[in-house]
Structure formats: structure tokens, C-alpha cells
T-cell receptor
Framework: DAGITQSPRYKITETGRQVTLMCHQT?????MFWYRQDLGHGLRLIYY???????DKGEVPDGYVVSRSKTENFPLTLESATRSQTSVYFC?????????????FGPGTRLTVT | SQKIEQNSEALNIQEGKTATLTCNYT??????LQWYRQDPGRGPVFLLL???NEKEKRKERLKVTFDTTLKQSLFHITASQPADSATYLC????????????WGLGTSLAVNP
């Protein structure tokens, strides 16, 4: 399917476990982003990537790891999940040539850490 | 610190009326500002971008203004419809900042038939 997809859509895990959230886009957009969205905080940037093998921290990177070996994939790993990481996670991509700078969002992953 | 504020309370309006949503920012000089729509359980969807040198931008029933002196953007939906019910997010951005955006909390709009 064309577009941006995330998997899994829902995940329940236990404190201390490692969890990887997947993000895949079919457009070859150079930029990709990971956000978390919580009530009262809105969207907060965790990590972003300007191109394959280039990643940088956002506003709330602690406890998360990213990689981007291929342009189309941008997985987010929670190394040791904590309850405070219970959230909805959105992946987004951006085509740097598009003058509107619009970000295209995936459907989100709802993660619950028990 | 940089701060984005949107109407904190939900907005309820009657179908056919104009909805006006506010986005104020402080400690920030964005080169542009984007508006997104988010439906429950879905990711945000881009609606409009307005640049700092543009006073107003229109797209169908949508109109956005950008006042860099007041540090404010207004988002209008004219002839509103129940299908316009959603949460609307504003996100100012800086062209030199790796396209990173700072997001408002959003305003929930309900259009009643």
C-alpha cells in the first residue's frame, strides 16, 4: 500500500521489556519523525531523521533509540519500557521539495506499558 | 521557552456558522505556520501553510491569517458542516530548523446540525 504505515497499531507490554515500533513509507521522503501524543502535552518530537543514517534528538528522546538504515524505514525502540512511555506514537514523513513542508502522518501506535 | 497556545476550551457552533480558532505563540519567530486536522484515533492531516510574509491564505471554506506583530494566527471555517468536527492543531515552523515544528495542544471543534 502506498503511504505511511505503522505497526503494530496496538501494543501492550510490561515494564522493563524492549519494544520496537515500526514505521514504513513508500514515497522515499527524506525526512521522517517520531512523535508521542499525550493528553495535556500535544505532539512532542522524540527523534527525527533528515536522511538514511542521519538521526537527531527531538524534545523528549530519553529512553528511546532510533535507526534509519534505509530511507523508507524508521523504527523506534524503547530499550526498557516504563509506564511513563504509555502513549500514542505517530510517525511522519516530509518531502523536502514540497513547498508546503507538510508532514504526512501514519495511523499511530497505541502503546500501553503495564 | 517557546510556547504555542490554542483555544483551551472546545468550540461548539451551529452548522452554517463560521468557526474561528486561535493560535498564539510566544518566544518564537516562525517563518511559517501550518494548520492540521486530527480526527479521533487518526494521525493529523495537513490543511494549510501560511508564511510570515503572507497576511491571509484561503483554501475552499478555510481561511488562515498570520499576524507576526500580534504573534497570532486565526483559522476560520466558513459555512461549517458537521463533517468539520475534529481537533485542529497549529504548528509554527522555522525553515532553517530541519523542518521541526512546535505543536499546539489543539482545539476541539464540534459543529452541531
Amino acid at each position: 500500500d502506498a503511504g505511511i504505515t505503522q505497526s503494530p497499531r496496538y501494543k501492550i507490554t510490561e515494564t522493563g521489556r524492549q519494544v520496537t515500533l515500526m514505521c514504513h513509507q513508500t514515497w522515499s521522503h527524506s525526512y521522517m519523525f517520531w512523535y508521542r501524543q499525550d493528553l495535556g502535552h500535544g505532539l512532542r518530537l522524540i527523534y527525527y531523521s533528515a536522511a538514511a543514517d542521519i538521526t537527531d534528538k527531538g524534545e523528549v528522546p530519553d529512553g528511546y533509540v532510533v535507526s534509519r538504515s534505509k530511507t523508507e524505514n524508521f523504527p523506534l525502540t524503547l530499550e526498557s519500557a516504563t509506564r511513563s512511555q504509555t502513549s500514542v506514537y505517530f510517525c511522519a514523513s516530509l518531502n523536502i521539495r514540497q513547498v508546503t513542508y507538510e508532514q504526512y502522518f501514519g495511523p499511530g501506535t497505541r502503546l500501553t506499558v503495564t | 521557552s517557546q510556547k504555542i497556545e490554542q483555544n483551551s476550551e472546545a468550540l461548539n457552533i451551529q452548522e452554517g456558522k463560521t468557526a474561528t480558532l486561535t493560535c498564539n505563540y510566544t518566544n518564537y519567530s516562525p517563518a511559517y505556520l501550518q494548520w492540521y486536522r486530527q480526527d479521533p484515533g487518526r494521525g493529523p492531516v495537513f490543511l494549510l501553510l501560511i508564511r510570515e510574509n503572507e497576511k491571509e491564505k484561503r483554501k475552499e471554506r478555510l481561511k488562515v491569517t498570520f499576524d507576526t506583530t500580534l504573534k497570532q494566527s486565526l483559522f476560520h471555517i466558513t459555512a461549517s458542516q458537521p463533517a468539520d468536527s475534529a481537533t485542529y492543531l497549529c504548528a509554527p515552523g522555522e525553515t532553517g530548523n530541519n523542518r521541526k515544528l512546535i505543536w499546539g495542544l489543539g482545539t476541539s471543534l464540534a459543529v452541531n446540525p
